[in-house]
């Protein structure tokens, strides 16, 4: 971002307001990500931010129903909707909808693409990585609730971890990155 001089900050503060209004509805009309965020800030609700979860929830089961040609083509589904949980966290700020996206696209991606996986668990190198960063990265959001919220989502993050342990497609980088093989020793790694 680049730093406006002071004496620029004092002329723009003396322009008339009308002025300002202009240039300001000319700068936000430029950032897709900013109409958004005042959209939903403005005249968005707890039903709208729900509404947009489950949009995205949609997208995660088509992606994990189609057929990948590899586990890299997978991946790079999964990058696509990881992208899409980042920009409603980004417009909503709901931290627990980017655990609970989060958590859905990989379980579901391991449930519906498991014999898919199997199949090729000889080219899922980079796709192990990948999901490995992903748990990793969920599991740190997760300890970060409070207990009651945490056991929430135990049942799914414990079937996250047991796929990652017992695939051949993400069993060497879960050992290598260090992912905990059950919901105790999640507990135990993650929080202390």
Not at 74 to 92: C, Q, W
């Amino acid at each position: 971002m680049v730093k406006i001089p002071k004496e620029l900050k004092e002329a723009i503060c003396q322009m008339p307001q009308k002025e300002k209004d202009k240039i300001l509805l000319r700068l936000v009309a430029k950032d897709e990500l900013l109409v958004a965020k005042l959209e939903h800030q403005l005249f968005g609700d707890e039903n709208e931010t729900r509404a947009l979860a489950e949009e995205i929830k949609e997208e995660i089961d088509k992606m994990t129903s189609y057929d990948h040609d590899t586990p890299g083509w997978l991946m790079m589904a999964m990058r696509s909707e990881n992208g899409d949980i980042t920009r409603h966290v980004k417009v909503t700020k709901d931290k627990k909808g980017e655990i609970e996206l989060t958590l859905y696209l990989l379980s579901q991606t391991f449930k519906k693409q498991k014999d898919f996986l199997k199949k090729y668990a000889y080219r899922a190198d980079k796709f192990g990585g990948y999901v490995c960063k992903r748990t990793d990265f969920v599991l740190k959001k997760i300890i970060k609730l409070h207990p009651d919220l945490q056991f929430d989502s135990k049942n799914e993050v414990e079937f996250i971890l047991d796929f990652l342990h017992t695939s051949k497609a993400t069993q060497a980088d879960a050992v290598l990155q260090k992912i905990p093989t059950d919901w105790e020793v999640f507990l135990e790694k993650y929080g202390k």
